[in-house]
């Protein structure tokens, strides 16, 4: 799915690892802000002390050069906690921003290869004006009789989503209540449903949604 990265078995593990990893530099970043700003603060202070320390040397008549206000140690250790808290905060937008992405292909039921897949279908049936055919009422369709069927075109759903809630209790593992404990909060080693071939109906869902197909 990613570059033959992630798949079936492992795809939980990869949201996973995004999802507490987006925590932990958010999590850092937060914690970290007053150290940051001081640090920030310091080093546009060595900056400042620095410029005034060469002019006071430019004007002496001597040649030897005063020594450095700060030590190597102090600046290094500013600097670091910058770079740190600016390499938090970034990797916290753009892992954040992936895994926001991959929780909305799981909520659809879909990989990011079945999205693909299915947004090319549902153009190429739309451009084909091939739809699926259900019957409705017939109400509300100007002199229609309300007792005669009538076709009504659907949309192209993808087969694979059970809903959105449902989505997430297959993805998870979530069979019975106890599974929120001791499968998702806890670690577990549980395979996930299906071989990534073929697929039966997970026991979470209760009833299989007939897909409604444009074809």
């Known amino acids: 799915w990613l570059n033959n990265c992630v798949g079936h078995y492992n ?9 507490f990893m987006t925590m932990g530099c958010i999590y850092c970043s937060i914690s970290g802000w007053d ?3 001081d640090a920030y603060a ?15 040397a430019a004007n002496q008549t001597y040649y030897q050069t005063p020594p450095p206000t700060f030590t190597f140690r102090q600046r290094a250790f ?9 390499l938090c905060s970034s990797v916290a937008l ?18 990011s290869i079945e999205r693909h897949i299915n947004r090319k279908e549902r153009q190429r049936l739309q451009k084909k004006g091939k739809v699926s055919i259900a019957h409705g009422t017939g109400a509300g369709w100007g002199r229609a009789r309300r ?12 087969p694979y989503s059970y809903g959105s809630w449902d989505n997430w209790k ?11 404990l001791t499968r998702v909060l806890l670690p577990s080693p549980h395979l996930p449903h299906g071989t990534g071939l073929s697929w039966d ?14 074809i």
Request: proline share 7%.
């Open 170 to 180: 297959v993805f998870l593992g979530v069979d019975v209540p106890r599974h929120w």
């Open 42 to 56: 310091a080093i546009e202070r060595m900056k400042l002390l620095e410029k005034e320390r060469l002019q006071v």
């Open 147 to 158: 007792d005669v069927p009538l076709p009504v075109l659907q949309v192209f759903r993808n």
């Open 78 to 86: 500013h600097k670091s906690v910058v770079y740190l808290w600016v």
């Open 11 to 19: 795809h939980r593990y990869f949201f996973s690892f995004c999802l």
């Open 35 to 37: 150290m940051f700003r």
């Open 201 to 214: 109906l997970p026991p979470c869902v209760m009833e299989q949604r007939a897909p409604l197909l444009a």
């Open 94 to 111: 753009a892992l954040g921003a992936l895994t926001l992405w991959h929780a909305a292909l799981i909520t659809r039921g879909e990989t």
